[in-house]
């Protein structure tokens, strides 16, 4: 071995020497001067003798280099050893993964990737002694974490370097980056690699540089420019950041540039235009923004750009209708806006386009359809309006078609869809009409149809349905009638098959079924009637079935379900149940997702008993008695996470534990019932955790701090007693929904609230709370809701809760709040309050007309991209806000807060002086009260700016002059009271004004004209038509003139929606706004 290791520190020389230096070597050997003429042949045979000198020294390395790394059976790899052949005895050149160079027999290529190789690179391997090496492969292999020698740097006449996948760490040397001969450098799927990239020279060689799904880091340096052979750079799923360089326009040799998912920002360089010899570009999965510039269209050659998951906006530019060579274009999760670019429509080799998730608008252009290469289009997740052109079904290389979540409308019209390839077709979530045509059912190639919640009418017909392919169908939530047609439940290749939330009537039939493939059923909502068959037991590939709430006036049997052996989920919820109360036994399925609320049980289901693999049960709105068993306590022990027994008649447990004892479960809602006794601790893995409206009484125990995962403790309307424990504040950073409201606490606030508080609501209101507010809620960044209404609070205005970026609802009502509510910082916060109720205090002072001036959220109508109501609350859904409003000896209880509700009660406090002109610039308010204090001067003309204002109580102040006639302009506003101050001169006239009665205005003795009885003199009062008025933002069609004509009545409440509302749109009203009705307490 040493002489093997002399030798090959030897080898350098050998195979360098010049001739002076071979002539040096002979002698030393002891070799003769040959004659004059024998001198050249000589010399010959002396280069032939070193030359098999250095192939010995060669193959010696490489035997060496072997035993450094050695094959590892157990690397994960699959791979073939390429050393396996190498033997000592033979040729090196010939070994496998070798190759020579012809003329002088020195290792030009060493490819050992995917060798199965393991172990460290170290600094000193022989490796380092192949200095005429130019190519060099050892990808997929295992170094066991090494870090890279710079002694790479010594191999300088390297053109090729792949190291890809090779489990290296550490930084990598930057040198090797500048070796001059180099063109490829490969260090991909080396995620704990890391490095930067150098200052680039001019004259470099690199063509390839793929640093994909490493940590390498940094900024992209303008010395880029100087790549320019470059023709491949991958810095996909890196860590680089920072701007694109303009400087990346002068490389222009590039073919593919992927800046894939790092942590790149700013906006495109104009220069990416430059780059004209690209075909693929992809900047997705970044922070990128601005506008695309329209220099894009200059990559004539490019088949692949992908720009998703950015934050792009602005329109999409039509010069991307000259990249006639493109095949994919996925633009997908920005912002970009504008209508679908009819320049898009000229892409004749465009295979993919993906534009979901954008803010597109207008009409789907017709021509889309004239494309025939493409094979999938997806447009979901926009606002684009109009009908679906037809030409997109006559398109023979179509497969996929995705246009679901957007306002598209009209019927379902396509002629001649013989020759459609669709496979899949997803129009869910718009607002299509008229009839399902047949033809969609029995197209050949279709797979999969999803039509969910559009208004679909009129029965479903088929015809030739036995040779449909469709695996899953959706036709959920549209206006279906008639009955279910049999044949669907016959079809061989159905898997899915979901038609809740329907009108389909008729009895169910199931005939012929043991050919049926379902897998999915569900047909919960619908007004189906008679009995479920028996037969029902003969899909036996059943899994999931849902036969919620489907309006069957007969007993449904729960048995004849149990014959179905593969079934898991079982939902039965609003239906009248009849179970058995015979023996059970271990034949029983074993079932995951048991859905049995609302079915008139007066007990727990004993066959409960040996569900033992249960993860949800619901069981609640029934009429279960008593205690909860103590068999009950085994169901699902190991594996339940949902629990729901609300709204029952439960009072306890049997025998409780001291935690309830199910070790998985993350949700548990006992809501509702009529619990006694101290409040039960559920498992450390709950994270939602429902409790409210029973009769619990005692403290709460201190091991409720130890329910670290908890994100929601909803306690309230209980009876218990004794102070908040402390903990609270800080015991779980992932608590997010905090409400104890309605009990029975004293003591003072817990002053621990934390840094890592992820608070968002916290509702104390309706308890014994007395003390200050603890300036450590300041730490509650995220906190929305902040609710202390109704307690004994003594303490000055906290201004200092402007800082919270996040608050939207603040109600201090009725405690012992007194002084100004000025802040003495020179920037006023609050941007973005919804609601803000300081009624029932002492607070005094003038209202600083500053403050309204940074209410931005009263000030700013939302978008309005979604037409549906959205409400405050847990974003998981398990959780809505709620708050009490307070009106003529009445108080409405929100169960849900709209989130377009804008509401200021400031009434009965002590303040005085002029109301701030500043209000009128709070343009979506919609409730005012500022009532039952000493305002004086006149009432601000700039309130008849107020456009969405519903009601309006400036009663029991001291306010003088006329009543503003811009207050005719509040089109909405349904309740109004001016009364009892010294208000003169005549009542506007005409609109709203003609609805209010005596009351709105009693107590002013200066007023006349209608309604009042005093009639003016002398005085010429300004008229105003009634006019049709566009709709209330509380929308969902209800016309306000409505509100008009209703509070003809002078019936008020609430948030002053009249009793014709209530009495006339009960479920709108119910469903919008979820009201209870209380006396005042």
Excluded at 348 to 355: E, K
Excluded at 459 to 464: E, G, R
Excluded at 510 to 536: A, V
Excluded at 979 to 991: A, D, E, F
Aim: with cysteine; aromatic share 10%.
């Amino acid at each position: 071995m040493k002489e093997l290791e002399s030798n090959t520190l030897n080898f350098d020389a050998l195979v360098e020497a010049d001739a002076d230096l071979l002539y040096t070597w002979k002698f030393c050997f002891g070799e003769e001067e040959e004659e004059e003429e024998e001198e050249e042949e000589e010399e010959e045979e002396e280069e032939e003798r070193v030359l098999q000198v250095g192939l010995v020294l060669q193959s010696s390395a490489l035997l060496q280099l072997r035993q450094e790394l050695t094959n590892s059976d157990d690397s994960g790899v699959s791979s073939y050893s390429k050393m396996k052949s190498w033997k000592a005895d033979t040729d090196c050149c010939s070994w496998d993964g070798v190759a020579c160079n012809a003329e002088n027999g020195h290792v030009k290529d060493l490819d050992l990737s995917n060798s199965g190789l393991y172990g460290p690179l170290k600094s000193n391997s022989s490796l380092f002694s192949l200095h005429q090496l130019q190519k060099l492969n050892l990808a997929l292999n295992n170094f066991n974490s090494s870090t890279i020698p710079s002694e790479f740097g010594q191999l300088v006449r390297l053109t090729s370097l792949s190291l890809s996948d090779c489990s290296l760490h550490g930084q990598f040397p930057t040198n090797i980056f500048l070796m001059p001969k180099l063109q490829t450098i490969d260090l991909s799927l080396n995620d704990l690699l890391t490095g930067f990239l150098p200052e680039f020279h001019s004259g470099s060689s690199l063509e390839l540089l793929d640093l994909a799904f490493t940590s390498f880091s940094g900024k992209l340096p303008i010395s880029i420019a100087n790549l320019e052979s470059l023709i491949k750079l991958d810095l996909s799923y890196t860590k680089f950041f920072g701007e694109i360089p303009n400087a990346i326009g002068n490389l222009k040799s590039l073919n593919i540039l992927d800046l894939h998912s790092c942590n790149w920002s700013g906006e495109v360089p104009h220069s990416i235009g430059n780059l004209t010899h690209l075909s693929v570009l992809s900047l997705s999965a970044n922070n990128f923004h601005g506008q695309l510039p329209s220099t894009l269209g200059n990559l004539a050659n490019l088949t692949n750009l992908s720009l998703e998951n950015n934050l792009f906006h602005g329109e999409i530019p039509s010069s991307l209708g000259n990249l006639t060579q493109l095949k994919i274009l996925y633009l997908y999760n920005n912002s970009f806006d504008g209508r679908f670019p009819v320049s898009l429509t000229n892409l004749t080799q465009l295979q993919l386009i993906h534009l979901s998730f954008n803010k597109l608008i207008g009409p789907i252009p017709f021509e889309i359809g004239r494309l025939p290469q493409l094979t999938s289009i997806s447009l979901s997740f926009n606002s684009l309006t109009g009908t679906i052109p037809s030409s997109l079904f006559t398109m023979t290389s179509l497969a996929v078609l995705d246009l679901s979540q957007n306002r598209l409308t009209g019927p379902l019209k396509f002629r001649n869809i013989s020759s459609s390839k669709l496979i899949s077709i997803s129009f869910s979530f718009n607002s299509l009409t008229g009839t399902i045509p047949s033809s969609l059912f029995t197209m050949t190639s279709l797979t999969s149809l999803d039509l969910t919640q559009n208004r679909l009418t009129g029965p479903l017909k088929f015809q030739n349905i036995s040779s449909s392919q469709l695996t899953f169908i959706s036709l959920s939530a549209n206006s279906l009638t008639g009955t279910i047609p049999s044949s669907l439940f016959t079809m061989t290749s159905l898997t899915v098959l979901y038609l809740i939330q329907n009108q389909l009537t008729g009895p169910l039939k199931f005939q012929n079924i043991s050919s049926s493939q379902l897998e999915i059923l569900f047909m919960s909502e619908n007004k189906l009637y008679g009995p479920i068959p028996r037969s029902i037991s003969n899909f036996t590939h059943l899994q999931h079935l849902d036969l919620s709430f489907i309006n069957l006036k007969d007993m449904l049997e729960l048995d004849i379900f149990f014959e179905l052996k593969r079934i898991e989920t079982l939902l039965l919820s609003g239906n009248n149940l009849l179970i058995s109360k015979g023996k059970i036994n271990s034949t029983l399925p074993k079932f995951k997702t048991l859905g049995l609320s609302s079915c008139n049980l007066r007990e727990f289901p004993i066959f409960l008993k040996v569900q033992n693999e249960l993860t949800y049960l619901d069981l609640s709105d029934n009429n279960i008695e008593g205690k909860v068993p103590k068999w009950f306590w085994n169901v699902g022990k190991e594996t339940l996470q949902t629990l729901n027994i609300s709204f029952n008649r439960l009072s306890g447990f049997e025998q409780p534990p001291i935690i309830l004892p199910w070790k998985s479960l993350e949700y548990l809602d006992l809501r509702s019932n009529m619990f006694q006794g101290l409040l039960p601790i559920p498992p450390l893995s709950t994270k939602y955790f429902f409790a409210s409206n029973n009769n619990l009484t005692g403290r709460i125990p201190p091991m409720i701090c130890m329910l670290k995962a908890l994100q929601v403790l909803d306690l309230s309307n209980n009876q218990l007693i004794g102070q908040i424990p402390h903990c609270l504040g800080n015991f779980s950073s992932s608590l997010s929904v905090l409400n104890m409201r309605n009990n029975c606490f004293r003591g003072e606030l817990p002053g621990t609230f934390t840094k890592e508080s992820n608070l968002k609501t916290l509702d104390l209101s309706l308890n014994q709370i007395k003390g200050k507010i603890p300036q450590s809620l300041v730490n509650c960044r995220m906190l929305e809701v902040l609710n202390l209404g109704n307690n004994k609070l003594n303490d000055i205005f906290p201004f200092w809760l402007e800082s919270l970026p996040e608050l939207k609802i603040l109600i201090l009502r009725a405690n012992g709040f007194h002084g100004p509510i000025g802040s003495p910082r020179p920037n006023f916060g609050f941007s973005k309050l919804h609601v803000i109720d300081l009624s029932h205090n002492n607070f005094s002072g003038m209202l600083p007309s500053k403050y309204f001036n940074t209410w931005n959220a009263m000030q700013l109508a939302p978008e309005k991209s979604n037409p549906k109501p959205e409400y405050m609350g847990d974003r998981s859904g398990y959780y809505e806000d709620s708050i009490r409003v307070n009106n003529k000896g009445m108080e409405m209880e929100l169960v849900r807060i709209l989130t377009i509700f804008i509401a200021i009660d400031f009434s009965n406090n002590r303040f005085y002086g002029e109301i701030p002109n500043t209000m009128g610039n709070l343009k979506v308010l919609i409730v005012l009260n500022l009532s039952s204090n000493s305002f004086t001067d006149t009432i601000p003309s700039s309130f008849g700016d107020l456009t969405q204002l519903q009601s309006l109580d400036l009663s029991q102040n001291k306010l003088l002059g006329e009543i503003p006639q811009q207050l005719i302009s509040l089109t909405f506003l349904a309740y109004l009271n001016l009364s009892h101050n010294q208000l003169t001169g005549p009542i506007p006239q005409g609109r709203q004004f003609a609805t209010f009665e005596n009351s709105s205005f009693g107590g002013n003795s200066g007023l006349c004209g209608f309604p009042l009885s005093k009639k003016c003199e002398n005085i010429e009062i300004p008229t105003f038509e009634p006019r049709q008025e566009s709709e209330s933002s509380f929308g969902e069609g209800f016309n306000w003139k409505v509100v008009v004509v209703g509070y003809a009545s002078g019936l008020v409440i609430g948030l002053v929606l009249g009793h014709v509302i209530i009495s006339r749109r009960p479920d709108w009203f119910t469903r919008t706004f979820r009201v209870n009705l209380h006396k005042r307490r």
